[in-house]
């Protein structure tokens, strides 16, 4: 007997020292665990461009008052669907991201899915300086979150949410299936607004005050607006000018909703 209870804590020990000894029960369904961090931090002067091309995942890039760009991307797997104990890789690694810097731009990229079963999602957060230029946030599926910030951002997934807030600067947002809310302040009169989605709702967020040139196109919804454009609403397309219309707001809804809706002020 104390032969087979030492030989037992023998391949207990064995298994521990190599892997994550999990059990799975209904409840964890659709939770990802386990998961891994990689942190890094780079000088980036204000003006300077960043990128970032993901896979799937979310994605949260706000603005700052340091003059560098700080990273951190979570790595995750989705837990098994069967109930019962499984064996992680003790050795669980950090998503596989390469970053490119110089002393005006980063290049940040998530090489394939980070995993080689391809369930993982890559979860990033992302600190930048305050004025910045976007110039290309690339995702599949997930929420992307743009906050603080003031330049020229290009935002591109397939599927998800994509929520823009505290904004001032040109803006080109593409959206496959989901939703997109933008708050843009203080637009300049060269700045250029695109946004599209296929499948899913626009609600954007301009002052009262705003000057632009508005082009509304919902074939298959409604545009909604809490700014006079001039024209009866709900509608299908509206052309409008606000105030003296010197910059350019182009909004598409393929299959969906748009609606504009004033920025409230806070105390």
Not at 24 to 32: L, M
Not at 191 to 219: C, F, H, M, N, T
């Amino acid at each position: 007997m104390r032969r087979t209870i030492v030989a037992y804590l023998s391949i207990t020990m064995l298994l521990s020292s190599a892997c994550v000894i999990a059990v799975v029960d209904p409840a964890s369904q659709g939770k990802y665990w386990p998961k891994s961090t990689f942190r890094k931090s780079l000088d980036l002067k204000p003006g300077g461009s960043v990128a970032l091309e993901n896979i799937n995942g979310d994605i949260e890039i706000s603005g700052w008052e340091d003059e560098r760009v700080e990273i951190s991307a979570e790595g995750s797997r989705e837990s098994p669907k069967s109930t019962g104990i499984h064996f992680f890789d003790w050795q669980f690694s950090p998503p596989d991201v390469r970053v490119q810097s110089t002393d005006h731009s980063v290049r940040i990229r998530t090489r394939e899915s980070g995993y080689e079963d391809e369930r993982g999602d890559v979860h990033y957060v992302l600190n930048v300086p305050h004025s910045v230029n976007l110039d290309s946030v690339r995702n599949g599926r997930g929420r992307i979150a743009v906050s603080d910030i003031y330049g020229r951002s290009l935002l591109d997934a397939d599927e998800g949410e994509i929520k823009i807030s505290n904004y001032s600067g040109s803006l080109d947002v593409r959206l496959g299936s989901g939703a997109v809310e933008a708050e843009l302040l203080d637009l300049r009169p060269k700045d250029s607004v695109r946004i599209k989605v296929e499948r899913g709702d626009i609600v954007l967020l301009l002052e009262p005050d705003v000057a632009a040139q508005l082009i509304a196109d919902a074939p298959a919804g409604n545009i909604f607006s809490e700014l006079e454009l001039g024209q009866s609403l709900p509608a299908k397309k509206v052309s409008a000018k606000l105030g003296d219309g010197q910059a350019s707001i182009e909004l598409t809804a393929v299959e969906g909703d748009i609606r504009i809706r004033k920025v409230v002020e806070t105390q």
